[in-house]
């Protein structure tokens, strides 16, 4: 466990770093294809692919862990706040567990598209054609590491529900 304190941090951090990398990419590709469409009558052939079906996907799934773990995801708490602290852990614990059996799932299913795009070379057609396992990677990656972070929240939720102080899954 005490590994896991290290290197998950560490992991989500650089899946961060990547998906800023992706954000950047996308906005200097968006930039230049526009100004060569406009300035000088030549775009760049499959900068809307690569956007959309590529950067995009990296930009959404690979902050989604970093993002939860900081809190930056929309929330709503016209009730929550005002519910004693034993029932907002047992409303946590059961959002928590249904959010984990939801991204289990699309873990999963991204693996099996992963794989079979990648097992049958299935490519994304466009102005040019492009792998399309490079696209659907990003999903199981990103939707197993909120999985394991949301683990990581139910576990010290539960421990709050029952009154445990310390324990291992402070991460």
């Known amino acids: 466990m005490k590994k896991l304190k ?3 941090p560490k992991i989500e951090s650089f899946l961060q770093v990547v998906g800023y990398i992706a954000l950047f990419m996308m906005m200097l590709l968006i930039t230049v294809d526009t100004a060569g469409r406009y300035f000088f009558n030549q775009p760049i052939h499959g900068a809307f692919e690569i956007t959309e079906d590529y ?4 930009v959404v799934f690979l902050g989604l862990s970093y993002s939860y773990k900081k809190g930056e995801h929309i929330k709503i708490d016209l009730l929550y706040r005002h519910f004693p602290d034993k029932v907002k852990a047992m409303v946590d614990c059961l959002g928590l567990l249904l959010t984990v059996v939801l ?10 598209l992963t794989f079979e795009a990648w097992i049958q070379k299935q490519y994304i057609f ?46």
Not at 55 to 58: A, D, F, T
């Open 6 to 8: 290290i290197i998950f």
């Open 126 to 171: 466009g102005v040019i054609s492009l792998p399309s396992f490079l696209s659907y990677i990003w999903v199981p990656v990103g939707s197993a590491v909120l999985t394991i972070r949301l683990l990581i929240e139910f576990i010290k939720t539960v421990r709050t529900l029952f009154g445990v102080k310390k324990g291992p899954a402070n991460v």
């Open 55 to 58: 950067l995009m996907v990296m």
């Open 103 to 112: 991204f289990s799932l699309i873990t999963y299913q991204g693996y099996r």
